[in-house]
């Protein structure tokens, strides 16, 4: 149980183009999901938690405008990167608590992780 | 803020041999999480210490909380090449709802034969 699915795994956009990075609860119901970015070599750097049904709360520095995120259901959450630059390329990591904990990891669930090159 | 330090950053050790690495943190918080990544995937979720005197083990690994001084040890016995990955540990400092984790730096670690 609280599996988290995130798709796509790995991704190559042209410049100036938009990538969509989707993070589903395959067995529970998510109202918050976390996105996480990690560049090489370093650790996870918060970008935004995901409400469902409300407005995305975003880490100082992190474009809003830049990084569009939805939460439209319970058990889905998008992350767009818009007018994708080689700068964005990075490791992007969603995560989600499962209610009431649950599970060894007392409820984070980590997705698998996309890994995305702008060219 | 709350702000999460590990050390070493990088450890190489030689296979056999014991080592601990260090995760302190600057506020009151009584959950830790200890993850592994191996290159290029996600997180493995390792331990999770909900209070303080926690120690939990698996396998070569074995991790522990004292929460009054706010520090965490991942403690490797006898080590061994599979052991080679990025170690993080990570707080939910609020203690409550859905907050998220925060991460410390990671600690790099390589075994060698």
């Known amino acids: 149980g609280a599996v988290v699915s995130q798709h796509p795994s790995r991704v190559i956009c042209k410049s100036g183009t938009s990538v969509k990075i989707e993070c589903r609860s395959l067995?529970?119901?998510?109202?918050?999901m976390f996105w996480y970015r990690q560049f090489p070599k370093q650790s996870l750097m918060l970008m935004a938690t995901s409400n469902e049904g409300s407005k995305a709360t975003y880490e100082q520095g992190v474009e809003k405008d830049k990084f569009l995120i939805n939460h439209a259901s319970l058990t889905l959450s998008t992350l767009t990167v818009t007018s994708a630059h080689p700068e964005d390329s990075s490791f992007y990591i969603c995560s989600a608590r499962a209610p009431g904990g649950g599970l060894f990891n007392y409820g984070y669930t980590f997705g698998s992780g996309t890994r995305l090159t702008v060219v | 803020e709350l702000k999460v330090e590990q050390n070493p950053l990088f450890l190489s050790m030689q296979e056999g041999k014991n080592y601990t690495i260090y995760c302190n943190y600057s506020?009151?918080?009584?959950?830790l999480y200890w993850y592994r990544q191996d290159p290029g995937k996600s997180l493995e979720s390792l331990f999770v210490?909900?209070?303080?005197?926690a120690v939990k083990q698996e396998g070569r690994l074995m991790a522990s909380l004292d929460t009054k001084a706010r520090l965490s040890t991942l403690h490797i016995t006898a080590a061994v090449h599979d052991l080679s990955a990025t170690y993080f540990c990570a707080v939910d400092g609020a203690n409550s709802g859905n907050t998220p984790l925060v991460f410390g730096k990671g600690t790099r670690l390589s075994v060698i034969a």
């Open positions: 210490l909900l209070s303080n005197g």
């Open positions: 506020t009151t918080s009584d959950r």
């Open positions: 067995d529970f119901q998510a109202t918050t």
